[in-house]
T-cell receptor, first 112, second 113 residues
């Protein structure tokens, strides 16, 4: 069956450290993968998109990698801040399909 | 420009009733998709509309339906509400819906009692 799994429900790190979140998928052939941030009671906000033929994308303190052989994406936040505390969702758009499939999310807490 | 607008933000309905939720996409966006978010199931895709046509549909019962108007605004309807339909319903819009960023609204919180 098709699955999108994010490594853990919750991740706690100290301010200034790098947060690394994992997204693994099975039985999908994604055209691209996206990462979103969601704050409590709010809709998800788009952060980064990476296509199947790209290995890495960066945006300010954010970095995403995409390994289609391992069927895995890693999402990094460097120099993390308490304001980065939120739930982070990965989502796949599969080839020839117009819907997005989301992982359950990882709740990141950055402690001062 | 204005973001995706969803109304109402909060509503309470009784089991067996029906509900209609509305979504106004970002100006110029022709694709509108709907998602249900619950603590147990996460974000699940309901359906997507593009130019008034349903392009794709998730695994939800026929009680869940939607439509899109010529101005790209969309509505979703849930009939014969069940307690398990209590959720945050999110609408998202994009320019073409394929390969482009989707922008979410703040959602409509539905509680079924």
């Amino acid at each position: 069956s098709q699955k999108i799994e994010q490594n853990s429900e919750a991740l706690n790190i100290q301010e200034g450290k790098t947060a690394t979140l994992t997204c693994n998928y099975t039985n999908y052939s994604p055209a691209y993968l996206q990462w979103y941030r969601q704050d409590p009671g709010r809709g998800p906000v788009f952060l980064l998109l990476i296509r199947e033929n790209e290995k890495e994308k960066r945006k300010e303190r954010l970095k995403v990698t995409f390994d289609t052989t391992l069927k895995q994406s890693l999402f990094h936040i460097t120099a993390s801040q308490p304001a980065d505390s939120a739930t982070y969702l990965c989502a796949l758009r599969v080839i020839n399909n117009n819907d997005m499939r989301f992982g359950a999310g990882t709740r990141l807490t950055v402690k001062p | 420009k204005a973001g995706v607008t969803q109304t109402p933000r909060y509503l309470i309905k009784t089991r067996g009733q029906q509900v209609t939720l509305s979504c106004s996409p970002i100006s110029g966006h022709r694709s509108v998709s709907w998602y249900q978010q619950t603590p147990g199931q996460g974000l699940q895709f309901l359906f997507e509309y593009f130019s008034e046509t349903q392009r794709n549909k998730g695994n939800f019962p026929g009680r869940f339906s939607g439509r899109q108007f010529s101005n790209s605004r969309s509505e979703m309807n849930v009939s014969t509400l069940e307690l398990g339909d209590s959720a945050l319903y999110l609408c998202a819009s994009s320019t073409t819906g394929v390969g482009n960023t989707i922008y979410f609204g703040e959602g409509s919180w539905l509680t079924v009692v």
